[in-house]
């Protein structure tokens, strides 16, 4: 049984209570100074004063908790239910936008209670990839400080612009690799040798430059979120004691035995689930064997920081014994019996504003001049690998006479242009979340996040799956009854028109992704992830 991680986080907030206590100082001096009223302690060993404050704004009584360690948020709390007579303890109430559980006062007479939370949490998301990786981050972020929470996520330079505009802080780690890169990420996206690359070529050589990139947060972290590829963090947590939550963003990264992924080079090998689950098993014993010797570099890194070898980085080893955010919808696939016991499925986290908050005038143009379009994209990645996609694509639109919008990825939509038929229009980019629902059928890649949007739109779905873990995504839409796969080694302009088409009049794919959209619109992903994490490590 791991250890309760809450006595790890509250030990590392009694160590910084000097500085805390120092800056309340400051701010009680701001607000005329507190008086002391009566002490509890509530919310797991946390001591809270019960102060009155005076502002130098007016002379209403405000009455309100505050920790000892001094790091306070306050908020408002208009007319709540449980809030009692001045000196009273009152039920646990909700404030609302931090949403964490405390108990209020009221000043007699007073309008509304003001709350002073006993500490913010400082919390550290490690991710590493492309937008697929990143934004699912930024949307947990954005949740986690919504609710009063220190957020800082640790990402490589290339993100940093949209962190800030997001009002997120950031840390640089390596590999500090450029997701725009296309001779790079034409190698990642290799059906065959992608993965291999990305990790033994990539990932693993530069774990100790990564380690390096997170020590120095060590000190002022009191809880790590760990993304797969950001491998350090379960080092340092289990060095330091820090608590530490782990994230997958898609089934496959389970490789559950009973439960077999579809693999890039042997997506065949799907069809021995029917056998039982020996050979699920051993698939699964198989690619832990052969994936590591990639390793070696992490188990170095163990090594020399005085730790046990450890599990499989990829495999067993990246789960947190504490919690398993599993960050993405439940249409895709129940948990499996092979699953960590503290894994919580808890829905797509939707952020893409990094991509623009509205559609280009030129668009909404476009959309109102006649039918739904065909919308082609292949996400973030795969868009700068796309072979004869788009050649073969404009050819099943000529074809058919459809509408249609290619996303084709920055710097690509003016070549392209010469070459569209008069009912089809290029554009860079553009926010899936506002795109996809106004599309007939969404022609795309099925990287976990792109999936992710196509699933809320209600489209019909043509999967174009390459690499990594897009051909078990696009199984699995299949699954839904929303989807049909056209892998890119058959993606000729012929089939491409023949599936569009059966997608387009066959009503039961557009009604099969109209109801799967109303249970991933329903699902409270960001809040789901957010009470888990509070819940489990009491913060």
């Not at 209570?17 to 701001?30: C, K, M, T, V, Y």
């Not at 946390?46 to 309100?64: F, H, K, P, W, Y």
């Not at 996809?436 to 990287?447: D, F, I, K, Y």
């Not at 080694?489 to 099969?512: K, N």
Request: glycine share 8%; proline share 9%.
């Amino acid at each position: 049984m791991p250890a309760d991680p809450r006595d790890g986080l509250e030990a590392r907030a009694e160590s910084h209570a000097p500085e805390r206590a120092e800056a309340a100082h400051r701010r009680d001096a701001d607000l005329g100074g507190p008086a002391l009223l009566g002490e509890r302690t509530i919310l797991g060993e946390r001591r809270i004063l019960l102060v009155a404050i005076r502002t130098r704004a007016g002379d209403e009584l405000r009455c309100g908790l505050v920790g000892v360690d001094g790091d306070v948020r306050r908020g408002d709390l208009a007319g709540a239910e449980g809030c009692e007579q001045e000196g009273q303890w009152s039920a646990p109430v909700r404030c609302r936008p931090y949403a964490s559980p405390v108990r209020a006062v009221s000043a007699a007479g007073a309008a509304r209670c003001i709350l002073s939370f006993p500490s913010m949490a400082r919390i550290v998301i490690g991710c590493w990839g492309s937008h697929g990786d990143f934004d699912p981050s930024v949307g947990l972020g954005l949740g986690l400080q919504r609710r009063g929470h220190d957020v800082t996520v640790a990402t490589i330079a290339y993100f940093e612009p949209h962190l800030r505009a997001a009002g997120l802080k950031f840390h640089a780690i390596r590999p500090d690799v450029r997701p725009d890169d296309a001779s790079l990420i034409q190698r990642i996206m290799d059906r065959d040798h992608g993965t291999e690359v990305l990790l033994r070529e990539i990932v693993y050589p530069a774990l100790p430059a990564m380690l390096e990139d997170f020590t120095p947060l060590v000190g002022t972290t009191d809880l790590f979120v760990s993304h797969p590829l950001t491998m350090v963090i379960p080092m340092l947590a289990e060095k330091h004691g820090i608590p530490w939550a782990s994230t997958v963003l898609a089934p496959m990264s389970f490789f559950s035995p009973t439960d077999i992924p579809v693999l890039p080079p042997a997506p065949w090998l799907k069809a021995l689930d029917g056998l039982g689950r020996w050979p699920g098993r051993v698939l699964a014993a198989a690619a832990d064997v052969a994936t590591r010797g990639w390793a070696a570099p992490a188990y170095a890194l163990r090594e020399s920081m005085r730790l046990p070898r450890g599990g499989n980085p990829l495999f067993d080893a990246q789960h947190s014994p504490h919690l398993v955010l599993a960050l993405y919808s439940k249409v895709l696939g129940a948990p499996q019996p092979s699953w960590p016991a503290n894994v919580v499925i808890t829905g797509h986290m939707f952020h893409d504003a990094t991509h623009g908050a509205t559609l280009a005038p030129e668009v909404e143009d476009f959309l109102a001049r006649g039918p739904p379009p065909v919308v082609f994209t292949l996400g973030s990645s795969a868009i700068l690998a796309p072979g004869t996609f788009w050649r073969e694509s404009l050819a099943a639109v000529r074809a058919l006479g459809v509408r249609a919008i290619c996303m084709v990825g920055p710097g690509n939509a003016e070549a392209l242009r010469a070459e569209l038929p008069s009912h089809a229009m290029a554009l860079e980019m553009a926010p899936h979340s506002l795109l996809m629902p106004r599309a007939s059928v969404v022609v795309q890649q099925c990287g976990i996040g792109t999936l992710a949007q196509g699933l809320r739109s209600g489209a019909p779905m043509l999967a174009v799956p390459f690499a990594h873990d897009q051909p078990d995504n696009a199984y699995r839409a299949t699954k839904l009854g929303l989807a049909r796969i056209l892998p890119p080694s058959r993606y000729r302009a012929p089939r491409v028109a023949e599936e569009l088409e059966r997608l387009v009049r066959d009503p039961s794919y557009r009604a099969a992704a109209q109801r799967v959209a109303s249970e991933v619109r329903a699902e409270r992903g960001v809040d789901v992830a957010c009470d888990a994490l509070e819940a489990r490590f009491g913060l």
